[in-house]
């Protein structure tokens, strides 16, 4: 465990930690989260709401002091240097950027350790970790074997989609085997409907 002690005041400016402390099981620990944070819908509605996006300005960051959050989870590392000019006293922050490279699966995994430790749940931790690389492995052993198979995932009606160096297309293309007709390296490359079309994906994903 940190030698702060497990955190007992959380605030995730990322649904993705949101997601991650609620299955860690320390719910009861998250103080706020961010704007985009609606799963599960029993622990998100029922707590204030800050822009990840804002941190910076003095409103949102009355909202964090106002909070007393003993550990500030982010997710990009803009977010930390804007807070770095100008501190939470007494707030751990720490920055959980998503898994890009060849090792996601590693690098996810350790995040998963650091939250864990941070928060007193590194049992559970463990526990996930576990049980997603036996998920993984089985999902490897039974898929299908076609590389012609291909996949466009869609993260909104604006078809922003989810380039390749993105964490869900590098599960769905390690993992689940499909492989991602957008090209390139831009994370969220924004598409026009003609042109997700002209690239003739087997599969349309809709977040």
């Given at each position: ?16 930690h949101?997601?991650t402390?609620?299955f ?37 960051r009355?909202k ?12 990009y590392?803009f977010?930390?240097?804007l ?22 699966m590693?690098e ?10 941070k928060t ?7 526990a ?13 052993q039974t ?21 390749r ?22 994370l969220?490359?924004q ?6 079309v ?9 977040a």
């Open positions: 465990m940190s030698s702060r002690g497990a955190a007992r005041r959380i605030v995730s400016l990322a649904c993705t949101t997601e402390l609620h860690l099981g320390v719910s009861s620990q998250l103080v706020g989260v961010d704007c985009f944070s609606d799963f599960p819908r029993q622990l998100t509605d029922g707590l204030p709401k800050i822009d990840p996006w804002l941190v910076e300005f003095e409103a949102e009355s964090i002091e106002a909070l007393q959050p003993d550990l500030l989870v982010l997710s590392p977010q930390g240097e807070l770095a000019a100008n501190p939470l006293n007494g707030v751990e922050v720490i920055t959980l950027d998503a898994p890009t490279g060849h090792e996601w590693q996810m995994f350790a995040q998963f350790r650091l939250l864990g430790d007193g749940a590194s049992a559970a931790a463990e996930i970790i576990s049980n997603m690389s036996t998920d993984f492995e089985r999902i490897k898929r299908v074997r076609n590389p012609d198979l291909t996949f466009f995932l869609e993260m909104d009606h604006k078809l922003y989609s989810a380039g160096q993105t964490l869900v297309s590098r599960v769905l293309t390690d993992v689940v085997g499909l492989q991602n007709c957008v090209e390139g390296d831009e969220y490359p598409l026009s409907t003609e042109h997700v002209g690239l003739r994906p087997s599969l349309w994903f809709v």
